[in-house]
């Protein structure tokens, strides 16, 4: 046996001379293999999946065969030290209503730093996600830069689109 990219058998099937039905087969095959271009079946359990993608962070592009996340924002944008601050999230898909996510709150103090402040956690009802977050006065930087978050859950994940600032 040979190996594609020395990373997985592939079965050799003998080339002979001529055009030949086994030739063909033999080309067939090839074709097949360039075509697929991982070097996986989509039946193999080690497959890539279709994930969402996020083009940028008012672009998203869902796979229309898994959950996605049709929104993910902060009610608002502004917001002071110790109010609480409402999260919006709604999936699409089906979950259990009582499904917890986790949404890692994310600080952006500078365009080239990120830092997960905290993570809490909501629930999944008819497809939303009920959760809050007390915005905090945490660290010397807490009001430089702004607030983003990460929702994970519901076998789908998505960052927020807007950003929350605190004053």
Known sequence: MSSINGKFPKKVMPVFGGHGAQNQNHQRENNRNEQ????????????PQKRNLVIDSGSFVPDMTSNYYRTAQWATETARPNTNVKIIAELSGSVPDGTRVQINIIHNPTPEQKNVYE??????????????????????????????????????????????RLI
């Open 36 to 47: 697929r271009g991982n070097g996986f079946d989509a039946a193999d359990i080690f497959a």
């Open 119 to 164: 993570t809490i956690h909501g629930v999944i009802i008819g497809g939303v996600v009920s959760a809050g977050w007390q915005a905090k006065a945490r660290g010397a930087d807490w009001n430089q830069g702004d607030f983003t978050f990460l929702i994970i859950g519901g076998r789908a994940s998505r960052m927020s689109t807007n950003a929350l």
